[in-house]
Nanobody
Framework: QLQLVESGGGLVQPGGSLRLSCAAS????????IGWFRQAPGKEREGVSC????????KYADAVKGRFTISRDSAKNTVHLQMNSLKPEDTAVYFC????????????????????WGQGTQVTVSS
């Protein structure tokens, strides 16, 4: 059974950077598309970024485009989300999610398409 564990969250000043990690155990992520989502207090969960099985397709929410980068480390069975130029509005709990798929060149920004979720990691951007 696939288990996902996020790490790397914390408190950072505006303009700072964090790298979130989503470590998988039990199953290789090589056949999964991965998504990062976030949920701020009082707001709905929103898609932040996704990565295809092939690694050749990535998507980003407009709010994070140019600042966040998603990547896969197959050797460590881990997916990262590098977050630069952080803003207070990036404050949220960040979740990773995975969906096993035979489609290698697609990824999805809708949470409902994912089957497995991590427990989340808190990111707080504040001075």
């Amino acid at each position: 059974q696939l288990q996902l564990v996020e790490s790397g969250g914390g408190l950072v000043q505006p303009g700072g950077s964090l790298r979130l990690s989503c470590a998988a155990s039990g199953v290789t992520l090589d056949y999964h598309t991965i998504g990062w989502f976030r949920q701020a207090p009082g707001k709905e969960r929103e898609g932040v970024s996704c990565l295809s099985v092939s690694g050749g397709v990535t998507k980003y929410a407009d709010a994070v485009k140019g600042r966040f980068t998603i990547s896969r480390d197959s050797a460590k069975n881990t997916v990262h989300l590098q977050m630069n130029s952080l803003k207070p509005e990036d404050t949220a709990v960040y979740f990773c999610a995975a969906r096993k798929t035979t489609v290698r060149s697609m990824c999805f920004m809708a949470g409902a398409t994912y089957d497995d979720w991590g427990q989340g990691t808190q990111v707080t951007v504040s001075s």
